[in-house]
């Protein structure tokens, strides 16, 4: 066995990283001891989605290492560690801290750094650039002492990061030296366009500044003073004027490198060493860099190839981009200036609705060249099919930007693509290997996307996605059937709608009226929760009573032996000693097994169906109601104990806590809601990983939406932030009624989320800003669902009719003997079969 | 002839769901559909949970084959047959039911 060569890779970086995913999945990953080297003190994070830090992500969201990955595959990390010098005479690295490392193979993937123009004063106090989480917390300590930020340039980035100002509440100034916009990216009618809706945003664009120096101000920290003879007061100072890239190992390693900077490769991504390749920001190919993780992503594949002994080269890559600027759309496609000969240019300019778009084509009008759209991205995904395939164009290439009017559709369906055509350019998915994927039976998008990776990156191709598995599916007579079960051809909001257009108020109405057949456990249950969803009516009652689940049958949790438990409210996880001891004694009378469970409340098991009333009427009697543990509908709102007894609590979260379980109480949805509220950041509650989470801030509350624990955890997303109290309320109402009106039987709001087009922005817009105009009747709703709140088990012990369903059998008193318990740990629990048999055995005798 | 036993007044039967009886030591769910006038019964027990509780179960029908639905694992049984939906080898016993001057009568044999 011949002895394992070793491969150092200089750099984990979203490139590198991804370089050693590639090469670890690949046949030649047992022939190399692996060694990398990271300078930051976290290993790769993505950066591409750093922005997302402001909102609530944190590092652990953003890193791109999957548990475990450098132990599993063997790969050793220096970590905090910088490799500063390359022997190739003797192949050797050696490193910061003096490690020296032996090689067979190197990968150089230092990536770039943010350039600082050398203007007078840059490395003042309070300036800073935009690269890496470090940067990034530092930019937000400092942002808690200042009111007004200034971004120097323009750019892709730039851009980013006057977001990032901005969602730090920062009057937010862009600098720029050139004449508009994303310059390289965006025609000037699109970068024109781009400005008006940046500053309608509230940031100030200033557009052809060329910063001179930066000194002191009179009424903020800096002054900045341009050559123009004007000037601008700001706390903050980020500068954003572009990456260059790291190539200083390079240099002083006697590795070629660009005359514009950049380690010179070849297209087979090696540098003028053959041992030694370069990947990412870092590499200059045919005197050009590339500032995007696609093409790194794509030189590191490259290499791996290499590596393997296949032939294959790097040709360049496609520098088209497409993103969400603070809200609005931006994409850019190949030659967007028109600087191709010949090229003919079509713009389409709406004032009104505020997009642009403008389309460069070759002078026969027969191929794509470029494209830039603002305001309106909807068509990126097609455009940049025409561009990336060479597609032929329809007769009127105009008609792929003029809105259409009529119903021809001039868009380019999935099925006109190619089986090479590139879906997903961050993870090189064809569309060939999608259908592959679809035909090996990945018919969701969330499989799809599992299998292939695709829209797993940058996410900016979901839409195409979507489509192509559409198509797909059809193509393949998989009927994408969303009826709700053979009984209803509707989804459950389809039902949802029809029983407010027609005030349907009962199952066999709905089935009269737009069913077939007798119904079946799935549509009794569906309707039976959109009717209590809606008219908030008793379940027990004669009409509704034949479409409970078994739970809500008979109000309490079916138990594997048959029998039920029971779970009194405990709001917010408050209980008195006496409710306690009450709890204590009902258990205790009745031989319950009691355990405290994960939502602050104690539950009791063991109770026989006959058992049910008459505990109920005592936990009633000692002040307690329906805790709702058998209901889709909210559970519990969890809480820590907050500022009234808490050292650190910032807020009363057990108050608000005993306020939202109070309204929400009784609630039917589509699945079970679980709240949580913390009293301060230290998120004792674990709100975050809840349907509905509230965090106290200094400035008042933050709200959580859609997170989960249980089978598929999921991190809820930040939906605002400083709330006030009433503020808060309301749009939980809203959220609320909106997931009860749209989501899908038995979906819980994480899963509403992930399949929501549009996803977090869309919800906000709904909410936030009521783009569908519905806001008032989500509250009305939930106001009504409020006001109608009953203790159904108040109601029902009440009612000697209903209590007729709490006998086991119709015509006897007797019990199920088939219920047998045990004693474990000093408590019941339920016979297994053979000690079921045993004391059937013992009786007999 | 048959030999029905008297079970209990329609009154005491839940419409399109169901209620169990106890009858000569047996579990036995009863179903009520009034709407097409039928009424039916089935074995109580659950085989795949081996607990009494099939009478806790939703009723509908399958392609026109009345069923319950298992409160437990939501296993169908067939309420003409006793025959499991999902599994051949599984089939509960079945029982001739009828409503005569508002009682409920059944026959336990076969």
């Known amino acids: ?845 | 002839m048959s030999h029905w036993i008297d079970i209990c007044a329609t009154s005491d039967l839940q419409a399109d769901s169901g209620v169990c009886a106890l009858v000569e030591g047996k579990q036995i769910a009863i179903f009520y559909m009034p709407k097409d006038n039928r009424i039916y019964a089935i074995d109580n027990y659950d085989p795949f949970g081996k607990i009494n509780v099939l009478s806790r179960g939703l009723i509908g029908d399958i392609k026109g084959e009345a069923m319950v639905s298992s409160p437990l694992y939501k296993q169908h049984f067939s309420l003409e047959t006793g025959q499991c939906f999902e599994d051949e080898s599984i089939k509960n016993d079945t029982y001739a039911i009828r409503i005569e001057n508002n009682r409920v009568e059944i026959s336990l044999e076969g």
């Open chain 1, 1 to 845: 066995m011949s002895k394992k060569q070793t491969l150092v890779v200089i750099g984990n970086g979203m490139v590198g990283h991804n370089f050693l995913e590639n090469l670890v999945a690949s046949d030649i990953r047992d022939d190399y001891d692996i060694v990398t080297f990271c300078e930051e003190e976290r290993a790769a994070y993505d950066r591409v989605h750093l922005t997302e830090f402001f909102s609530g992500k944190t590092a652990e969201d953003l890193s791109l290492v999957s548990e475990g990955f450098f132990d599993t595959n063997n790969i050793k990390i220096h970590i905090g560690d910088k490799a500063i010098s390359i022997d190739k005479a003797n192949k050797f690295v050696t490193s910061a801290k003096g490690v020296a490392i032996s090689y067979d193979k190197l990968i150089l993937a230092t990536g770039s750094y943010a350039f600082v123009p050398p203007i007078e004063g840059h490395d003042r106090e309070n300036c800073f650039v935009y690269r890496t989480i470090e940067d990034l917390e530092a930019l937000t300590e400092a942002a808690k002492k200042a009111k007004i930020g200034a971004v120097v340039g323009g750019g892709l980035l730039g851009l980013e990061a006057a977001k990032a100002l901005k969602d730090l509440n920062l009057k937010t100034n862009v600098v720029q030296f050139s004449a508009r916009l994303m310059s390289a990216q965006l025609d000037t009618g699109g970068a024109d366009m781009l400005a008006a809706k940046i500053e309608a945003l509230g940031i100030s664009v200033h557009p052809s500044k060329n910063t001179r120096k930066i000194v002191d101000g009179t009424d903020c920290q800096h002054k900045m003073e341009f050559a123009d003879g004007t000037s601008l007061e700001t706390d903050i100072i980020l500068f954003s004027a572009g990456i260059r890239p790291r190539d200083e190992i390079a240099r002083i390693s006697g590795i070629e490198v660009g005359t514009r900077g950049g380690i010179v490769i070849n297209d087979q991504c090696k540098t003028s060493d053959p041992d030694i390749y370069a990947i990412g920001e870092c590499a200059v190919w045919n005197e050009e860099t590339f500032g995007l993780v696609a093409p790194g992503y794509h030189m590191g594949r490259v290499v791996v190839a290499d590596l393997q002994g296949q032939a294959t080269e790097f040709s360049g890559a496609d520098m088209s981009t497409k993103l969400k600027l603070n809200g609005v759309d931006v994409a850019s496609i190949g030659d967007a200036h028109g600087k191709a000969e010949g090229a003919l240019v079509y713009t389409y300019q709406n004032g009104a609705d505020e997009i642009y778009k403008s389309l460069v084509v070759s002078a026969d009008k027969k191929k794509l060249l470029g494209a830039v759209l603002v305001g309106d991205a909807s068509g990126y995904g097609t455009l940049s099919q025409y561009y990336l395939n060479a597609i032929d164009l329809p007769e009127h290439p105009d008609s792929l930007i003029i809105p259409s009017r009529s119903d021809e559709s001039v868009g380019l369906g999935p099925d006109a693509l190619p089986e090479s055509a590139q879906i997903c350019s961050c993870f090189d998915v064809t569309k060939g290997q999608i259908c592959s994927a679809v035909e090996a039976g990945c018919h969701t998008m969330p499989a799809l996307k599992d299998s292939t990776k695709a829209a797993t990156g940058c996410g900016g191709c979901s839409a195409l996605l979507k489509s192509v598995l559409d198509c797909e599916l059809e193509k393949s007579g998989f009927e994408v059937n969303t009826d709700l079960c053979e009984h209803f051809a509707y989804t459950r909001q389809d039902l949802y709608n029809l029983m407010m257009v027609n005030e349907i108020k009962s199952f066999n109405d709905f089935l009269t009226q737009h069913g077939q057949g007798r119904g079946c456990e799935i549509c009794r249950q569906a309707i039976g929760s959109i009717l209590a969803s809606y008219w908030n009516e008793y379940v027990l009652s004669d009409k509704q009573m034949s479409v409970q689940d078994t739970n809500d049958t008979f109000l309490a949790n079916m138990q594997k032996d048959g029998t039920y438990s029971v779970v009194p409210r405990m709001t917010g996880g408050e209980v008195s000693p006496e409710g306690l001891i009450a709890i204590g004694q009902i258990a205790k009378k009745y031989n319950l097994y009691t355990k405290v469970t994960g939502g602050q409340r104690v539950d009791l098991f063991g109770a026989r169906l006959d058992q049910l009333p008459p505990i109920w009427k005592e936990l009633i009697d000692a002040g307690f109601e329906s805790g709702h543990a058998y209901g889709k509908s909210l559970r519990t709102v969890k809480s820590c104990v907050g500022s009234t007894w808490c050292r650190f609590g910032v807020d009363d979260s057990v108050g608000l806590a005993v306020q939202l379980e109070n309204r929400y109480k009784g609630l039917r949805a589509p699945h079970k809601i679980k709240f949580a509220v913390s009293g301060c950041t230290r998120e004792c509650a674990e709100a975050q990983s809840k349907d509905i989470g509230v965090i106290a801030t200094e400035g008042g509350w933050n709200l959580y939406v859609c997170g989960n624990g249980g089978m598929k955890p999921r991190h809820a997303d930040l939906f605002a932030t400083d709330l006030d109290k009433e503020t808060l309320i309301k749009y939980i109402d809203r959220v609320l009624a909106f997931y009860v009106r749209t989501a899908d039987r038995l979906q819980r709001t994480s899963v509403w989320m992930e399949n929501m087009e549009g996803g977090l922005d869309y919800l906000k817009s709904v909410v936030i800003d009521d783009k569908l105009a519905i806001c008032d009747d989500l509250e009305v709703h939930m106001q009504n669902v409020v006001d109608t709140y009953q203790c159904e088990w108040k109601t029902t012990i009440e009612d000697e009719e209903k209590l007729k369903r709490f006998r086991h059998f119709v015509n006897s008193d007797k019990t199920d003997e088939n219920i047998v318990f045990v004693e474990e740990r000093g408590q019941i629990r339920p016979a297994n079969e053979q000690e079921r048999q045993h004391f059937a055995l013992t009786e007999e005798v």
